[in-house]
């Protein structure tokens, strides 16, 4: 067996590799070649990072993976790992991440982070033998945002990225995914008591009425979380919502549990420091 930067391999064997390794995963990810190219870009996972496992000239399963800087630190972020079904249990996926760790660790990655789907056991311990521990679970959520009967405390207000950034908001409490420059046409809203901020909510609007909703947070702890989500759905009446991978200990977990969400999967999420 062989293992080989993504660089170094042609697109076909990518492709090969990809769409046979999640055959018969939780849920469909058999993509055409623009499908992958788009995903790459938006999750910026870098050939330079990335392998795929060959058996000859085989491609027999792939590691990608994204190196960026993110909350001040060097991470990396694994964007997929699969292993085609006749090829599992021989050791193909131990060496694909042996491989990556040890170019993560020689470039002077701090953080390396991951999700992996919480019925997935086997790939969990696998990670775990390598150092990674779980950090949180993670919930996607589905919903629909009901505005009768409810006055909404506070406003929205739509808010630019640099003047987001400048209240400095600590997004460790998140995961990669949920962060700014790995989310596809971010729009941010300031939540508002009259003119006073009181949290915020970082969301996508992936078709009409619908929602995709990466960030609810509060600005003190003094804030109602469920005051913060009523007032979304006042702002946002009628649409349909999808908040994707809340931590099951961050404080907006419960109050979309109080409003009745329809949990559609859960992850792990797991970090390992280098």
């Not at 949290?199 to 609007?205: D, N, Q, T």
């Not at 509060?218 to 931590?247: D, K, M």
């Amino acid at each position: 067996m062989k293992i080989k930067l993504v660089r170094d391999c042609p697109f076909r064997d990518l492709k090969k590799a990809w769409n046979e390794g999640f055959q018969d995963y939780a849920f469909h990810v058999q993509m055409t070649s623009e499908q992958i190219i788009s995903t790459m870009a938006s999750k910026h996972l870098s050939v330079d990072h990335s392998f795929v496992a060959y058996d000859d000239m085989n491609p027999i399963g792939l590691i990608l993976n994204s190196v960026q800087y993110v909350d001040g630190k060097k991470m990396s972020y694994n964007g997929g790992t699969a292993v085609h079904p006749d090829y599992r249990k021989r050791g193909v996926g131990h060496q694909l991440i042996d491989a990556s760790l040890d170019l993560l660790k020689k470039e002077g990655v701090e953080i390396a982070t991951l999700e992996a789907i919480s019925t997935n056991h086997g790939a969990i311990k696998l990670y775990e033998s390598f150092g990674y521990q779980v950090t949180d679970r993670l919930s996607t959520l589905r919903t629909k945002l009901k505005s009768e009967e409810q006055s909404g405390q506070f406003r929205l207000r739509l808010m630019s990225l640099s003047e987001w950034r400048g209240w400095q908001i600590d997004q460790s409490g998140f995961p990669w995914q949920n962060k700014i420059p790995f989310i596809s046409e971010p729009e941010i809203y300031a939540i508002e008591d009259q003119e006073t901020p009181v949290g915020y909510i970082i969301l996508s609007k992936p078709s009409d009425r619908h929602l995709t909703i990466f960030q609810l947070q509060a600005l003190t702890e003094e804030i109602s979380y469920l005051e913060l989500l009523r007032s979304v759905c006042v702002h946002f009446p009628g649409h349909r919502a999808v908040a994707f991978n809340v931590p099951q200990h961050h404080p907006s977990y419960k109050c979309y549990q109080y409003e009745g969400v329809e949990q559609t999967i859960e992850q792990v999420w797991m970090n390992k420091i280098f």
